[in-house]
């Protein structure tokens, strides 16, 4: 098989399974169009029974709400209460199921810390480059230690 019927043939497929996929897409529309006013009616019927469960029980969503709001303010008080006991007594345990955990973060000048590791610690400095602003540099390719890769892949527009 020459070149020139090779290509004809891949074209001949290419265009087959477009139209294929054109007809897919058209399908998949029509019945969306037909299935989209259930699920409208649907929604409506899920927001009028979530209504009228809301309006049944509206004392005893009421009493929740409240009941919630409770155990926030409990929940705050004894976290309140563990730290102020941990800072009067040094102790990190309370029981079994209360302890306080001290946690320990470091507040430094930033420059300071690069300039101080610049001389001390070299290998702890992380120098990288902007990659998107190096790539945008029109001489970037023609650099020597810069290969440049192609890579292919298909578009396909809505059919």
Same mark, same amino acid.
């Given at each position: ?7 004809q043939?891949?074209?001949?497929? @290419? ?22 006013? =259930? ?6 019927? @899920?927001?009028?029974? $979530? ?5 049944? &029980? ?21 976290? $309140? ?21 001290? &946690?320990?973060k ?14 001390? %610690? ?12 190096? $790539? %945008?540099?029109?001489? %970037? ?15 396909? =527009?809505?059919?």
């Amino acid at each position: 098989m020459d070149t020139g019927t090779k290509t004809q043939t891949l074209s001949d497929g @290419i265009i087959r399974v477009k139209e294929r996929l054109a007809v897919a897409r058209q399908n998949v529309a029509e019945m969306e169009a037909i299935l989209q006013p =259930k699920r409208d009616e649907l929604k409506a019927k @899920i927001e009028a029974l $979530e209504a009228q469960f809301r309006a049944e &029980n509206a004392e005893l969503l009421e009493v929740g709400e409240q009941l919630q709001e409770s155990i926030t303010e409990a929940d705050t008080a004894l976290r $309140e209460g563990l730290i102020g006991w941990h800072k009067t007594t040094g102790e990190k345990t309370f029981d079994k199921e209360l302890s306080v955990r001290v &946690n320990t973060k470091l507040k430094y000048d930033e420059d300071k810390a690069v300039e101080w590791a610049t001389f001390n %610690a070299p290998v702890l400095i992380n120098r990288t480059v902007d990659r998107k602003a190096f $790539e %945008a540099m029109p001489m %970037a390719a023609d650099l020597d230690f810069v290969s440049v890769e192609k890579t292919v892949s298909a578009v396909v =527009k809505s059919l």
